[in-house]
């Protein structure tokens, strides 16, 4: 019954149970693997572990039942057996406070389920925000040869012979419902035309900027970020990726082959060339961590600064993920790129990155939605990374994104310390604000309680919203969803909960805020900020911290934004 004897172990032969006999365990594994009804022969076959991250919870993958199937189909046409498992799922809109807090979560699971489990290779199965991250931390940290498929965006509804896409015009109608130019009965019409099919969101937010990073790390199947969830190309992708993952558990190319420092930095450029989510930056630098590779803030701003936004997308530009695809996708992206991409990169297929480039078929791009690099959308990147006493270790700033009249600013705080206090504020009529002032969010970073969630986007005042303001500079240690557009600065490190200096600003500071300069800073004299410190510090020890669970250890061991949110122990190296 061993076949070690005679080849190295493979499919159901790997990872056996710990029973003190190999023999018996392999004898005991196959007698219960009959039990689901399979052939003897078939249980001698390449075990191909499918990651199927479904939930009723999720509705960007409510479409996974019918792609797992495709996938299956791929797997046993290539001569492998496919098992499907379930994983953590992360649907965005579903989870309390915020999915972030539950992505390492996930990747711990797709780890361990990985490492446990007898199979050759792995298709991760993913889409939404935090799911495409976690999937790949957990694959990079057990090293198993995996290939990714993506559940693909949505498409876009219709509304009064307008296009809708979730969840950039859900915020837009949103915005015009506090300002009282949207009624009650009409945002109730446009909350069922938004998300109008399974998928991931219409426009390039963090879920489809993940998919495209991915696709540009070589971890997925050429040309397959950006297919409409609902589209047939979609089935077909799911099938070739079954196909291709059995070919990839007899090459053996493991994740560390794929994602290295070169790679990474085409994903980078990838992601300031989209115009894509201030979120990527996050998980970007989680994946990375997870081999072991370091991404500074600085070396952001290195390749921003010469990689210009060449995707005209909601919310930078104008058009939707349905239209990307159908422009060129990311294999006219990364032709417009080429010369500034290591090329040498190997992929999933075996290819390099220059060869998979080079092997593209169909030379057609749409110039209205993918510009070149001579007529970019903009000359820089989407991104810019922000440094000074208000945030030493650094912020994040989608410039692609904002307002250019506010790129120098100096202005008045106005300051919220928590997200209870924006809740109970914002809207009071008695709130002392301007347009000319800067709304500033405390307590909303990692460890702060809240998980670090999307409440970057801080609404406009009610009574600025209704007179006309549209944009304003907000400043916290939050996120924001890549959906969003506004000048906004996110993930200011060291967080407010961690006695970073976000936590001492109070009403009526100065700060003064420089794209141009990449600088953040509060105009307060440092004397001053020491005895704010004092007085905070006394009072932080008086918090009550999380005393069991996931919350916990989350507490304990998340890190700062700077170094992804990832947890200390996770991260190659421990640190």
């Known amino acids: 019954m061993d076949d070690s004897k005679n080849k190295p172990p493979h499919g159901l032969s790997t990872r056996l149970v710990s029973y003190g006999d190999r023999a018996f365990s392999l004898y005991m594994r196959r007698s219960f693997a009959s039990s689901m009804g399979y052939l003897p022969a078939t249980l001698s076959k390449p075990v191909i572990g499918i990651a199927n991250s479904v939930s009723g919870f999720n509705n960007c993958h409510r479409h996974f039942p019918e792609l797992l199937e495709a996938v299956k189909r791929g797997v046993l046409q290539a001569g492998g ?4 498992f379930p994983t953590v799922s992360l649907g965005e809109a579903f989870l309390n406070p915020t999915s972030l807090m539950f992505r390492n979560l996930m990747a711990m699971d797709v780890e361990e389920m990985v490492r446990a489990q007898p199979m050759d290779a792995v298709v991760l199965m993913g889409g939404c925000d935090k799911t ?14 995996a290939i990714y498929l993506v559940g693909g965006p949505m498409m876009t509804g219709r509304h009064k012979g307008e296009r809708l896409g979730a969840c950039t015009d859900c915020r837009r109608f949103w915005a015009s419902y506090r300002a009282g130019k949207v009624s009650a009965e009409e945002i109730e019409v446009v909350e069922g035309r938004l998300a109008t099919t399974a998928g991931t969101c219409a426009v390039m937010g963090t879920a ?4 495209c990073i991915t696709e540009t790390l070589g971890m997925m199947l050429p040309g397959t970020a950006a297919i409409p969830a609902v589209h047939a190309d979609r089935l077909r992708a799911a099938e070739a990726t079954g196909i291709e993952a059995v ?34 930056v996050i998980h970007l630098t ?23 936004v060449l995707v005209n997308l909601k919310p930078t530009g104008s058009h939707y993920m349905e239209d990307f695809n159908a422009a060129g996708g990311m294999s006219a992206v990364l032709h417009e790129l080429k010369p500034l991409l290591h090329l040498d990169c190997l992929t999933v297929t075996g290819q390099t990155l220059g060869e998979r480039i080079d092997a593209d078929t169909d030379p057609y791009v749409d110039r209205t939605v993918i510009r070149s690099m001579a007529e970019p959308v903009e000359p820089l990147g989407g991104l810019v990374s922000l440094f000074g006493t208000l945030a030493p270790q650094g912020a994040i700033f989608k410039r692609s994104a904002a307002d250019k009249t506010l790129f120098e600013t100096e202005g008045r705080a106005v300051v919220f310390s928590s997200l209870d206090d924006l809740a109970a504020r914002i809207d009071d009529d008695s709130l002392d604000v301007n347009a000319n002032d800067i709304l500033v969010l405390q307590n909303a970073g990692p ?29 916290s240690d939050a996120r924001m969803s890549g959906t969003a557009f506004g000048s906004i600065v996110l993930h200011v490190t060291p967080e407010a909960a961690a006695g970073g200096p976000l936590a001492l600003v109070r009403n009526g500071d100065r700060i003064r805020l420089s794209i141009k300069d990449k600088k953040l800073d509060l105009l307060v004299d440092p004397a001053e900020l020491a005895k704010r410190k004092a007085v905070w510090e006394k009072e932080a020890a008086k918090k009550v911290q999380p005393t069991r669970g996931y919350q916990q250890l989350y507490q304990q061991h998340v890190l700062q934004a700077d170094k992804g949110c990832d947890f200390d122990f996770l991260r190659a190296g421990g640190k």
Do not use: F, H
């Open 447 to 475: 460890i702060s309680g809240t998980g670090m969630p999307e409440a970057g986007y801080l609404p406009i005042p009610g009574k600025l919203a209704r007179a006309g303001v549209k944009d304003m500079v907000r400043i």
């Open 286 to 308: 989680a994946v990375a961590g997870r081999a072991g590779i370091d991404i500074p803030l600085p070396w952001l701003n290195e390749i921003s600064d010469t990689t210009p």
């Open 132 to 145: 495409v991250p976690a999937q790949l931390m957990g694959a990079i940290s057990a090293n198993m040869p």
């Open 81 to 84: 057996l496919p098992i499907d």
């Open 208 to 211: 489809s900027t993940m998919a």
């Open 247 to 280: 070919r990839l558990s007899q090459s053996k190319i493991t994740p560390d082959k794929i994602i290295t420092r070169k790679s990474v930095e085409n994903a980078i450029r990838c992601l300031m060339a989209l115009g894509g989510s201030t979120n990527a």
